[in-house]
């Protein structure tokens, strides 16, 4: 695992954080230690900071779980910026292609009964997170997750109320 500032291959903006890791399942409570660490660098509230980690921690965690179906190893890309007032989280892996925001999500169960496995994942990140954008660049997965500094709770309040 590498930590470093550099500027995130977007190009969004500014220079800020870059975590590698591989694509190992105890990696997860590293990305949430930078995540924390990250977040008070820049500012971030503890609500939002919490959102971040939360979403990060599903899209890894899914990235690690499916992404390397036959166990190969692979490096998986963090970069984390604040651009034009806005947390930008971006992801990317060199696992199989897939685009997270166009996968089913089941409706919500009305009882633990009629509950579905799987798909509740990408629920969770898409209402963590107000914007949620995927790209196949290069040859990889790249999920690139935003919300606004300020305002945040109210534009999750809005994001819940859209994705039901």
Not at 76 to 104: K, R, T, Y
Not at 114 to 123: H, K, P, S, T, V
Request: aromatic share 6%; charged share 20%.
């Amino acid at each position: 695992m590498l930590a470093q500032q550099s500027p995130c291959p977007s190009g969004f903006g500014s220079v800020i954080r870059r975590l590698s890791i591989q694509n190992e399942v105890a990696a997860i409570s590293e990305v949430s230690r930078w995540i924390a660490e990250s977040g008070r660098a820049l500012g971030f509230s503890h609500t939002l900071t919490f959102h971040v980690d939360l979403a990060a921690s599903e899209a890894i965690a899914n990235t690690i779980c499916y992404g390397y179906p036959d166990g190969s190893r692979g490096e998986i890309e963090l970069c984390l910026e604040v651009v034009n007032g806005q947390a930008m989280l971006e992801i990317e892996d060199s696992g199989i292609p897939f685009n997270p925001l166009e996968a089913h999500t089941p409706p919500t169960a009305r009882s633990l009964e009629e509950a579905q496995i799987g798909g509740l994942g990408i629920r969770l990140i898409r209402r963590s997170m107000p914007m949620c954008n995927y790209e196949w660049r290069n040859g990889h997965n790249v999920l690139i997750l935003g919300s606004p500094l300020k305002g945040f709770e109210e534009t999750l309040t809005l994001a819940e109320t859209e994705t039901g």
